[in-house]
Each structure stands twice: as C-alpha cells, then as structure tokens.
C-alpha cells in the first residue's frame, strides 16, 4: 500500500491550499481515510476523517475552515484549506485504515507553512 501527498507549500495568513492523497495497493472505495499534521516540537494530531460512505469529521480548530473530501475513482482523498493561519504550520499526513480498522496505512508527509 503506499500513500503520496502533496500541494504541500508556503502561504501567507488567510490563504489557501488543497492538499492531496493518491492511494494505491488497496481498495480505496472501502477504506476509511484522515488526514493528520504535526508541528515541530509537538504530537501528531488528527484533522479530519472521512468514512468509506462519504460522512465527514473534523477537529475543532479546523472545522470551518478546512474540509475533507475523496474521490473515489482517482483513489486520491483531498484536504481543502482555507483561511489559514500560523499555527495550520505542519507536517500533514494522510492516512488510510481498511475495514474494521484491521491495518492502518501512513503517508510520508507534506509540508505547510502559513508566513508573512
């Protein structure tokens, strides 16, 4: 299974990025899939989630702002970010896990960083 990100980039306070997952290895209509980040000198946290039917999570600090999505027939899931802000500044990792959570798959990261 492998998992490759990218749109990861510089952008200023307020602007915007969509983030993508490509897939492959594994039955991408049935899996649940995340997105995760973490920042320098602290724990990896989770953002959002999207099950296999398209029902949607995200975390607090982020709803609103950034939203989940999948596209099933590109096997790519997508993190769309708006109004960004310093402390969006991470490493965001995708994450695939397959039915009944029996196996958890990571992705190697992208890089934000929300500057002036």
């Known amino acids: 299974v492998q998992l490759v990100e990218s749109g990861g980039a510089l952008v200023q306070p307020g602007g915007s990025l969509r983030l993508s997952c490509k897939v492959s290895?594994?039955?991408?209509?049935?899996?649940?899939l995340a997105w995760y980040r973490q920042a320098p000198g602290k724990e990896r946290e989770w953002v959002a989630a999207?099950?296999?039917?398209?029902?949607?999570n995200h975390a607090p600090d982020v709803k609103g702002r950034f939203a989940i999505s999948r596209d099933n027939a590109k096997n790519t899931l997508y993190l769309q970010m708006n109004s960004l802000k310093p402390e969006d500044t991470a490493v965001y990792y995708c994450?695939?896990?397959?039915?009944?959570?029996?196996?958890?798959?990571w992705g190697q990261g992208t890089q934000v960083s929300v500057s002036s």
């Open positions: 994450l695939t896990q397959t039915p009944g959570g029996r196996d958890t798959y």
């Open positions: 290895g594994t039955t991408f209509s049935d899996n649940a």
């Open positions: 999207i099950s296999s039917g398209g029902d949607t």
